[in-house]
């Protein structure tokens, strides 16, 4: 493993924003949120090399017509992921073909939802946000919480990685873990 941060080119994570909202509540929202994408990667997975996130910014209407189709739930949740491949957790995801950047998923957004839910758990949105859009990369990697070890071992690297953002703990109130993916 090296200690050397690894670059991963701004045009492999495309963010999209549906939802004005994002626009005005977050500065420079686009490149704040690649940014996180692109720490989150290089933090969980070193020597990761290139790799391809989409991340769609929309709203509760749209994220919960994604869940309904791709989860059988029909309402809106705060973020959702869906993984190209299948990475196992802490494994060092390897492209289909050699020379072809890899290819981790995508990640979508509501912009209601984290909102309210940054208001009620008393968070700076900007923070929870960032939690949310660390939460559905570490997913593309290939982490998960449906088991207890699981949870913990993703929620420390979560916590580790946003210490280092300097935004505390999100689990550390009886309201924080409100992460329904």
């Given amino acids: 493993m090296s200690d050397t941060p690894v670059v991963i080119p701004d045009d492999l994570i495309s963010v999209s924003v549906e939802a004005a909202s994002w626009l ?4 420079r929202t686009e490149v704040w949120i690649a940014d996180l994408a692109r720490l989150t990667l290089q933090a969980a997975c070193p020597g990761i090399g290139p790799a391809g996130i989409g991340i769609l910014l929309t709203d ?4 919960r017509e994604l869940n309904r189709t791709w989860r059988g739930k029909d309402s809106p949740t705060n973020v959702l992921s869906f993984p190209a491949t299948e990475t196992a957790e802490g494994a060092l995801p390897k492209p289909e073909f050699e ?8 990640i979508a957004l509501a912009y209601e939802t984290c909102e309210r839910e940054s208001r009620t758990q008393g968070k700076r949105f900007a923070d929870h946000v960032a939690h949310l859009v660390l939460h ?3 997913h593309l990697l290939g982490y998960d919480h449906l088991a207890d070890d699981e949870a913990q071992r993703m929620e420390a690297l979560e916590i580790r990685i946003l210490a280092g953002l300097g935004i505390a703990d999100p689990y550390e109130t009886e309201l924080a873990g409100a992460i329904d993916d």
Avoid: H, K, R
């Fill in 136 to 138: 559905g990369v570490l």
């Fill in 99 to 106: 020379g072809v950047p890899l290819e981790l998923g995508d």
């Fill in 24 to 27: 005005s509540t977050l500065p």
């Fill in 60 to 63: 509760d209407a749209a994220i």
